[in-house]
């Protein structure tokens, strides 16, 4: 009979719960009386991490926020099926109009409020990369560069998911999507590495810039409440897996995301005024291949002729890694 | 108090005196002078308890407006031409939602050929977008109508566009009598949105709606655009009592003998020519037709003042059977002819009514009193083709051959 090592995390970043800890000390979603704005009954896919992601980071927001929060929400997965008339999975006031406007819309609602006086509301506008990276793009830059007091949080799944995975500019090289097929003599999204929407943040020099994954729920948490501790312009960019658009196992969404970090793939950052102030450090260092296997949509970098675009992630996680010093120790 | 005022600025001190909460400023000519004097405004105290948002793009413009007015503020804006066309998604989108927006569109045509004169091509591009569109004939109208549109939006929940002809009116200087302060508050209830992002009464707003409810969603729409007639009709009529002035209304009947607006005036007869228009070119009839009137010749007057909701059964009335219509059109339904005429068409289907569609003025070409005059009795001699375009110049611009292109290979 073989035995399993579990380690005993109920502290750290790593303990998702961390019910044996004081009250205070506890996750938001370890709270049996969570706020639950994103409540049972939409109609999200199995192992959607945007569905989770979104929870958290509202649930955060809310309670950040004593219950005051204003949601402004673009088109995308997340509206669709939360928002099939006439239910709705949202508990806080949430209003979605458009794709491409979400950042102007929630620009709006801090006007207005702050017009009548009501500057204890918070704004917080969500959508995915296509409606920030891609279509909203000019609306997000317009509202960062206002300064509005809104927090912006994009759930990025590198593609339109929607609409049956189509690449978006977030859609990192080499990936497979229904307009990058895996065919031809450069097999998927044939050109860039995913439009870098935190590094567009940060040139705007906004006050507060981070990014998160639904494989840390107390780093997500944190930079929720540092995000919502603070008045201006924020921008949140989690990275959420899509079992549907990555060809990956819905139990895999968790794991994926955690070797996008270890791996060097995906940077955990905090930045503010333009300056990075808070990078963590990885971990374990997972090989890219812990991150790019286990997805149907890299599955043409294990057959011949992949090795060079196989290659070029290494030297992104490599580039990353160096760049962001992502084997130092916290600062 | 009279004064002597740019249109613009007529407009933008009556906007700023309908106390709104939030403005947006995108530039697009000709409108630009409106938002630059709210600017103003909004720094020196005018323009009090107002956020005035300096958007990148119409788009976001209609956008904020619309985050705006969900959160239970008056949400504000202007716009013209490629403008409106740019924020169409979202024009549409406040209509859908409700919103009681109100826009000034400074009426102006829609390239290519890139124009920024005046014509109605962009304001009937938004004719079935779910907006109020209301006309204005002079600058009193443009000011006045704001204060019309607002209360009229806000009771209907629907949004309101008040079109002025871009440089005609906007840059226009012209004697007015504004609205004062105090009137327009006394006049205008303050905004009580029907639902609004609340957190004490939080709600969802802009769900999806499937095949089994969009088509009753858009049939209560329908049936609200029908209740909006009789309201801006009320708001029109209590205007007149308080401010003891015309403006807005759905048609606008005219004096027989001294072309001057006139409510009381009767219908036209059957054997009357009727002209009818939207705009500006109200003013230039009232010249043009005058001579004709003392001539004799027997031809009324008649304005459009809602283009949307389309006054179907009010232009029936005034036009009393008239026999010959002559339809001033400032924007092209192309291949078919004017699209006013094609409204005036629907409304007087079935009758005797003959109708001339004259497409004038397109671009910012001048409306000549010469031509209107002309046009009119070519009209009742019968020597008038059912389209026309007004002074078009035959001949007088190259045209490629048809067929004797040449394409290299």
Same mark, same amino acid.
């Given at each position: 009979?073989?035995?399993?090592?579990?380690?005993?995390?109920?502290?750290?970043?790593?303990?998702?719960?961390?019910?044996?800890?004081?009250?205070?000390?506890?996750?938001?979603?370890?709270?049996?009386?969570?706020?639950?704005?994103?409540?049972?009954?939409?109609?999200?896919?199995?192992?959607?991490?945007?569905?989770?992601?979104?929870?958290?980071?509202?649930?955060?927001?809310?309670?950040?926020?004593?219950?005051?929060?204003?949601?402004?929400?673009?088109?995308?997965?997340?509206?669709?099926?939360?928002?099939?008339?006439?239910?709705?999975?949202?508990?806080?006031?949430?209003?979605?109009?458009?794709?491409?406007?979400?950042?102007?819309? =929630?620009?709006?609602?801090?006007?207005?409020?702050?017009?009548?006086?009501?500057?204890?509301?918070?704004?917080?506008?969500?959508?995915? &990369?296509?409606?920030?990276?891609?279509?909203?793009?000019?609306?997000?830059?317009?509202?960062?560069?206002?300064?509005?007091?809104?927090?912006?949080?994009?759930?990025?799944?590198?593609?339109?998911?929607?609409?049956?995975?189509?690449?978006?500019?977030?859609?990192?090289?080499?990936?497979?999507?229904?307009?990058?097929?895996?065919?031809?003599?450069?097999?998927?999204?044939?050109?860039?590495?995913?439009?870098?929407?935190?590094?567009?943040?940060? =040139?705007?020099?906004?006050?507060?810039?981070?990014?998160?994954?639904?494989?840390?729920?107390?780093?997500?948490?944190?930079?929720?409440?540092?995000?919502?501790?603070?008045?201006? =312009?924020?921008?949140?960019?989690?990275?959420?897996?899509?079992?549907?658009?990555?060809?990956?196992?819905?139990?895999?969404?968790?794991?994926?995301?955690?070797?996008?970090?270890?791996?060097?793939?995906?940077?955990?950052?905090?930045?503010?005024?333009?300056?990075?102030?808070?990078?963590?450090?990885?971990?374990?260092?997972? &090989?890219?291949? &812990?991150?790019?296997?286990?997805?149907?949509?890299?599955?043409?970098?294990?057959?011949?002729?992949?090795?060079? =675009?196989?290659?070029?992630?290494?030297?992104?996680?490599?580039?990353?890694?160096?760049?962001?010093?992502?084997?130092?120790?916290?600062? | 108090?009279?004064?002597?005022?740019?249109?613009?600025?007529?407009?933008?001190?009556?906007?700023?005196?309908?106390?709104?909460?939030?403005?947006?400023?995108?530039?697009?000519?000709?409108?630009?002078?409106?938002?630059?004097?709210?600017?103003?405004?909004?720094?020196?105290?005018?323009?009090?308890?107002?956020?005035?948002?300096?958007?990148?793009?119409?788009?976001?413009?209609?956008?904020?407006?619309?985050?705006?007015?969900?959160?239970?503020?008056?949400?504000?804006?202007?716009?013209?031409?490629?403008?409106?066309?740019?924020?169409?998604?979202?024009?549409?989108?406040?209509?859908?939602?409700?919103?009681?927006?109100?826009?000034?569109?400074?009426?102006?045509?829609? !390239?290519?050929?890139?124009?920024?004169?005046?014509?109605?091509?962009?304001?009937?591009?938004?004719?079935?977008?779910?907006?109020?569109?209301?006309?204005?004939?002079?600058?009193?109208?443009?000011?006045?109508?704001?204060?019309?549109?607002?209360?009229?939006?806000?009771?209907?929940?629907?949004?309101?566009?008040?079109?002025?002809?871009?440089?005609?009116?906007?840059?226009?200087?012209?004697?007015?009598?504004?609205?004062?302060?105090?009137?327009?508050?006394?006049?205008?209830?303050?905004?009580?949105?029907?639902?609004?992002?609340?957190?004490?009464?939080?709600?969802?707003?802009?769900?999806?709606?499937?095949?089994?409810?969009?088509?009753?969603?858009?049939?209560?729409?329908?049936?609200?655009?029908?209740?909006?007639?009789?309201?801006?009709?009320?708001?029109?009529?209590?205007?007149?009592?308080?401010?003891?002035?015309?403006?807005? !209304?759905?048609?606008?009947?005219?004096?027989?003998?001294?072309?001057?607006?006139?409510?009381?005036?009767?219908?036209?007869?059957?054997?009357?020519?009727?002209?009818?228009?939207?705009?500006?070119?109200?003013?230039?009839?009232?010249?043009?037709?005058?001579?004709?009137?003392?001539?004799?010749?027997?031809?009324?007057?008649?304005?459009?003042?809602?283009?949307?909701?389309?006054?179907?059964?009010?232009?029936?009335?005034?036009?009393?059977?008239?026999?010959?219509?002559?339809?001033?059109?400032?924007?092209?339904?192309?291949?078919?002819?004017?699209?006013?005429?094609?409204?005036?068409?629907?409304?007087?289907?079935?009758?005797?009514?003959?109708?001339?569609?004259?497409?004038?003025?397109?671009?910012?070409?001048?409306?000549?009193?010469?031509?209107?005059?002309?046009?009119?009795?070519?009209?009742?001699?019968?020597?008038?083709?059912?389209?026309?375009?007004?002074?078009?110049?035959?001949?007088?611009?190259?045209?490629?051959?048809?067929?004797?292109?040449?394409?290299?290979?």
């Amino acid at each position: 009979m073989s035995t399993v090592h579990i380690p005993f995390l109920q502290t750290g970043s790593l303990a998702v719960g961390g019910r044996l800890l004081e009250d205070d000390d506890r996750s938001v979603q370890s709270h049996a009386d969570r706020p639950s704005s994103l409540t049972k009954g939409h109609r999200a896919c199995q192992g959607c991490a945007e569905a989770l992601a979104a929870r958290w980071v509202m649930d955060t927001a809310v309670e950040a926020a004593g219950g005051k929060l204003v949601v402004a929400n673009a088109t995308g997965c997340l509206e669709v099926f939360s928002t099939l008339y006439p239910e709705s999975a949202w508990k806080p006031p949430w209003i979605h109009s458009l794709f491409a406007n979400a950042a102007a819309v =929630a620009t709006g609602i801090a006007a207005a409020l702050h017009a009548q006086g009501r500057d204890d509301v918070r704004v917080l506008a969500q959508g995915g &990369d296509g409606g920030t990276v891609d279509i909203g793009l000019a609306a997000v830059s317009g509202m960062f560069e206002r300064n509005d007091d809104v927090l912006y949080v994009c759930y990025d799944n590198q593609g339109y998911m929607n609409t049956g995975v189509q690449r978006s500019s977030a859609t990192p090289a080499s990936a497979r999507t229904a307009t990058t097929p895996a065919v031809g003599h450069q097999p998927g999204a044939p050109v860039g590495q995913g439009k870098s929407m935190p590094k567009i943040a940060m =040139a705007h020099e906004i006050p507060y810039v981070a990014t998160a994954t639904a494989a840390d729920l107390r780093d997500l948490e944190h930079k929720v409440r540092t995000a919502m501790s603070i008045h201006g =312009a924020r921008y949140l960019h989690v990275l959420v897996p899509c079992p549907v658009g990555w060809g990956s196992a819905a139990s895999e969404s968790i794991s994926l995301s955690r070797a996008a970090v270890q791996s060097g793939i995906f940077p955990v950052i905090e930045a503010r005024a333009g300056e990075l102030t808070d990078v963590q450090p990885i971990r374990e260092l997972a &090989d890219v291949e &812990d991150y790019l296997r286990p997805q149907a949509r890299f599955a043409h970098l294990f057959k011949p002729g992949g090795e060079v =675009a196989l290659e070029r992630w290494r030297e992104l996680a490599r580039a990353n890694i160096r760049r962001y010093h992502l084997m130092g120790e916290r600062s | 108090m009279r004064e002597v005022l740019e249109g613009s600025m007529a407009v933008a001190r009556t906007v700023a005196r309908c106390r709104p909460g939030v403005v947006c400023a995108y530039p697009i000519s000709p409108q630009t002078h409106i938002v630059e004097a709210l600017s103003v405004m909004a720094r020196t105290g005018e323009l009090a308890d107002c956020e005035y948002v300096n958007v990148e793009s119409e788009f976001s413009a209609m956008s904020v407006s619309i985050g705006a007015s969900a959160a239970g503020s008056r949400a504000y804006t202007a716009t013209a031409s490629q403008g409106l066309l740019y924020m169409a998604e979202a024009v549409y989108n406040a209509a859908g939602m409700g919103l009681p927006i109100v826009m000034t569109v400074a009426n102006r045509a829609i !390239g290519a050929p890139i124009n920024i004169w005046n014509d109605h091509s962009d304001a009937m591009a938004m004719r079935d977008s779910g907006w109020l569109q209301l006309f204005a004939a002079d600058n009193q109208e443009a000011a006045d109508l704001h204060v019309i549109a607002f209360a009229a939006a806000e009771e209907l929940g629907m949004p309101a566009m008040v079109c002025m002809d871009g440089f005609v009116l906007t840059h226009a200087s012209d004697v007015v009598e504004l609205a004062t302060a105090e009137q327009i508050d006394a006049f205008l209830p303050p905004y009580r949105p029907t639902q609004a992002l609340d957190i004490d009464h939080p709600t969802t707003i802009g769900t999806m709606a499937g095949p089994e409810s969009f088509t009753e969603t858009k049939y209560l729409q329908h049936l609200r655009f029908l209740d909006a007639a009789e309201v801006i009709e009320a708001w029109s009529d209590r205007f007149r009592q308080e401010f003891g002035r015309e403006a807005g !209304g759905l048609v606008a009947r005219y004096h027989p003998d001294t072309l001057d607006r006139d409510r009381e005036a009767p219908p036209a007869d059957p054997e009357d020519l009727t002209v009818v228009a939207m705009g500006s070119v109200i003013g230039t009839l009232q010249a043009a037709l005058a001579p004709l009137r003392a001539d004799g010749v027997p031809v009324r007057l008649v304005g459009i003042s809602a283009f949307r909701p389309f006054p179907e059964r009010a232009l029936r009335a005034a036009l009393g059977g008239s026999r010959h219509v002559v339809v001033i059109d400032r924007a092209l339904e192309l291949g078919s002819g004017g699209v006013l005429t094609g409204c005036v068409g629907r409304a007087l289907a079935g009758t005797r009514s003959r109708i001339h569609s004259v497409v004038a003025g397109l671009g910012g070409r001048p409306i000549l009193e010469a031509s209107l005059r002309d046009a009119v009795m070519r009209a009742r001699a019968g020597g008038m083709r059912s389209l026309e375009f007004l002074d078009l110049k035959q001949g007088g611009v190259p045209v490629p051959r048809v067929g004797a292109t040449e394409v290299a290979r």
